[in-house]
């Protein structure tokens, strides 16, 4: 038996021991209210704080952690960026169908593809975009993503259930372009006949195509049992920099947090154009013959240019995405005078150590040397990125 001193003893640690469990279950219940509060306020419309690991995609040296917080956290310290980042079509490059903005795009239309699909009919009830096949059946086929912020083109995906293949997605026929806001054929597909109902409606894409097609529109998600699980939309703060909840934590703590993303010291030319070039294309996504080639529809994948460029061999890391992009700031946004400033960075007469141009030294360098080749079935042009003198000049 113990003694009544050790009795009291013991007691009294108990009661200690008691407290310290309750403070600790407050502090940690504190925490989760607050990511909670963080889910609630952020206006994306499909936004989560849950995230997912990329399964059977390139694993990613920046998803490999939990710990996103979603974009509307970062406003409170970097509230420039983060106005900008709004305009930029990452921002925008993913969303639900029934989302207004989306729906109403197809809503009440038709689209006639030809053979050997048939003419589609898109309604909108209650909260879903559907499409039907005009004057074959009443049966409609759901729409559910949108992917593309309709900058140019809005494409749609839908998730469902395959015999063989568990989910597949089916990229729908019909997208919005905004040139002459019109509907047209979804790029990128050919005329195959449909093995089923489904296929007259959309293209098929199944494991890894469909995973990455996910994956460069979006910060975090997986799709599985018909759903995207751990869903982030769009081209987050956090898909660049990496999840945030670390880097929070220490700029709550203290005035000067260590560096974190672009700021530490491993960050440099080679990191940027990885983590631009994996959704923008390097060259290890094209054929060997295309890149030999060098048609102009590589004009599309600006990374494969400026890895030819003079300017980047010969500028020894000097040369990166953001020396003429900010990456927060849309390019629509950005002047013909600030292109040729950072041109002429470089290659100003007397005042840079490069050479510098026979024919002008003030302007026009872009229509010369980065000339634009337009893709009509995308809806758009591209900038050519191997930087460089033209015979047609
Ligand atoms: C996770 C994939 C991903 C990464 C990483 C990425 N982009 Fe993009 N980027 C996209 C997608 C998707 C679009 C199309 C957006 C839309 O729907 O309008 C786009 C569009 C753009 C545009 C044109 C749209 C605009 O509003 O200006 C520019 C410029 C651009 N990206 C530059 C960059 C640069 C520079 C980097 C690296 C710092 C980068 N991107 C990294 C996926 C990505
Ligand atoms: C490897 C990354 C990658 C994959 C995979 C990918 N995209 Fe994109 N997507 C981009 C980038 C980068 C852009 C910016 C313009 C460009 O390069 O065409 C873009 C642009 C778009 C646009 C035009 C947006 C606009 O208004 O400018 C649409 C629509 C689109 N993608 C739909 C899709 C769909 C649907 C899939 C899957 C079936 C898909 N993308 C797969 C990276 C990707
Ligand atoms: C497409 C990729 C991408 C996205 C999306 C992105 N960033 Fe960045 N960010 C970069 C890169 C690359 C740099 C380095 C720029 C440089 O070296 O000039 C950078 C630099 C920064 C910096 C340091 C320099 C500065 O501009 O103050 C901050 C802070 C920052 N980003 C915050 C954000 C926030 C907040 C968001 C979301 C609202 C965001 N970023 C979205 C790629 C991105
Ligand atoms: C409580 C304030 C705070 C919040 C919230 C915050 N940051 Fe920061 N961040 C800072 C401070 C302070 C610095 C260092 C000074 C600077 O560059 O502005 C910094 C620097 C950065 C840098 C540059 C890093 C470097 O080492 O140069 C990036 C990138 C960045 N933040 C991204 C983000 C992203 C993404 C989010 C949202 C997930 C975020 N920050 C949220 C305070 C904050
Ligand atoms: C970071 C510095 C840098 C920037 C910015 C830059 N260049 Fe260059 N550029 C170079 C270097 C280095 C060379 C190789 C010749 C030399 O050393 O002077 C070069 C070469 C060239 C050449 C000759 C290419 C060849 O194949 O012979 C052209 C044309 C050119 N640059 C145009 C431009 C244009 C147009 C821009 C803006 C869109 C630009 N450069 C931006 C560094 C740069
Ligand atoms: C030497 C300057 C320079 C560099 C470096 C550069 N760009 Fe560009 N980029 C431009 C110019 C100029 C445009 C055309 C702007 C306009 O008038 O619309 C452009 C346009 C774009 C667009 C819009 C679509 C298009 O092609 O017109 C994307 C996306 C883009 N760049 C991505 C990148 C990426 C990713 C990198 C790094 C691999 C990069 N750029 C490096 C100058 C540059
Ligand atoms: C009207 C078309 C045109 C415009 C505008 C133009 N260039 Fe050129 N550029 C050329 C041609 C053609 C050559 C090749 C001249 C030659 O070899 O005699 C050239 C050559 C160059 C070279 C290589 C010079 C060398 O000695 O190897 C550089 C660098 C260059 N341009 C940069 C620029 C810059 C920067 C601008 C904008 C301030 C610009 N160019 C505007 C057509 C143009």
């Not at 197809?106 to 689209?111: I, S």
């Not at 010969?314 to 950072?342: F, M, Q, Y």
């Amino acid at each position: 038996m113990l003694g009544p001193k050790w009795e009291s003893a013991l007691k009294r640690g108990f009661i200690l021991i008691l407290l310290l469990v309750v403070i600790a279950l407050a502090v940690l219940r504190g925490g989760f209210l607050r990511t909670e509060l963080v889910a609630q306020e952020s206006s994306e419309p499909v936004e989560s704080t849950a995230s997912g690991s990329v399964a059977d995609v390139k694993v990613h040296r920046r998803q490999d952690k939990d710990g996103y917080l979603g974009r509307e956290v970062c406003r409170e310290c970097h509230a420039a960026n983060y106005e900008l980042h709004g305009m930029h079509g990452h921002a925008h490059t993913f969303a639900l169908a029934s989302d207004e903005k989306i729906a109403s795009k197809f809503a009440g239309r038709n689209f006639d593809y030809g053979e050997p699909y048939g003419n589609y009919e898109y309604d909108q009830d209650e909260e879903a975009l559907s499409v039907r096949l005009s004057g074959e059946s009443e049966e409609s086929f759901p729409l559910q993503y949108a992917l593309g912020s309709g900058h140019h083109a809005i494409t749609l995906l839908s998730l469902a259930k395959d015999a063989e293949k568990g989910t597949v997605a089916y990229e729908h026929r019909g997208s919005w372009f905004r040139d002459r806001d019109r509907l047209g054929r979804t790029p990128g597909q050919p005329l195959t006949t449909p093995e089923s109902e489904s296929e007259r409606f959309g293209m098929k894409h199944v494991d890894n195509v469909m995973q990455k097609c996910i994956y460069c529109h979006t910060t975090t998600g997986t799709v599985a049992d018909q759903k995207i699980v751990g869903l982030t939309a769009n081209v987050n703060c956090e898909k660049c920099h990496g999840p945030g909840a670390e880097h929070v934590r220490q700029a709550r703590a203290m005035k000067e947090p260590p560096p974190f993303s672009v700021g530490s010291d491993k960050w440099d030319s080679e990191s940027e154009i990885q983590l631009c070039g994996d959704c923008h294309r390097l060259p290890e996504a094209i054929t060997l013959k295309e890149l030999r080639d060098y048609p102009d529809k590589l004009a599309r994948f600006q990374p494969v240019g400026l890895l030819r460029s003079q300017c980047f061999i010969e500028s020894e890391g000097a040369l990166r995405c953001t020396t003429c992009h900010n990456p927060h700031r849309t390019i629509s946004d950005v002047s013909k005078s600030e292109h040729v400033a950072n041109c002429i960075q470089c290659h100003q007469p007397g005042k840079s150590s490069h050479v510098s141009c026979p024919v002008s030294t003030t302007e026009g360098c872009i229509k010369c040397h980065m000339p634009k080749y337009d893709f009509e079935s995308l809806g758009t042009g591209f900038h050519d990125h191997w930087i460089r003198v033209h015979p047609e000049d």
